[in-house]
Nanobody, 127 residues
Framework: VQLQASGGGLVQPGGSLRLSCSAS????????VGWFRQAPGKEREFVAA????????YYAASVKGRFTISKDNANNRVYLQMNALRPEDTAVYYC?????????????????????WGQGTQVTVSS
């Protein structure tokens, strides 16, 4: 299984980016998928997730209302639309997918729930 995150870049505060995650060897429609981020000197933190087998989505409080996670099952991709970006959103963003089983809701916020990880894409918000 390989996940590939893309779409990062440099954007001004208030701007938008859309991150994309593609997969080989795994079907996103059958797995839970999450986005995490890690800023320099900080731990990896939860950003957003979509629950396995449902359309239920979860967001970190810091991004709720600004970010939207979505699945494109036809193309086996997951997107993270990021609007109203702030300097504190600067980080490497990772997509991740769950393995077997159906994690409970609270598990989606934890890195240990995810079996597969992409390589990360850098997002820099700066004027």
């Amino acid at each position: 299984v390989q996940l590939q995150a893309s779409g990062g870049g440099l954007v001004q505060p208030g701007g938008s980016l859309r991150l994309s995650c593609s997969a080989s060897g795994l079907t996103f429609s059958a797995n839970g998928v999450g986005w995490f981020r890690q800023a320099p000197g900080k731990e990896r933190e939860f950003v957003a997730a979509v629950r396995k087998g449902t359309s239920s989505t979860y967001y970190a409080a810091s991004v709720k209302g600004r970010f939207t996670i979505s699945k494109d099952n036809a193309n086996n991709r997951v997107y993270l639309q990021m609007n109203a970006l702030r300097p504190e959103d600067t980080a490497v963003y990772y997509c991740a997918a769950t393995g077997r089983g159906n994690p409970i809701m609270s598990s989606y916020f934890q890195t240990s729930t995810y079996s597969y990880w992409g390589q990360g894409t850098q997002v820099t918000v700066s004027s």
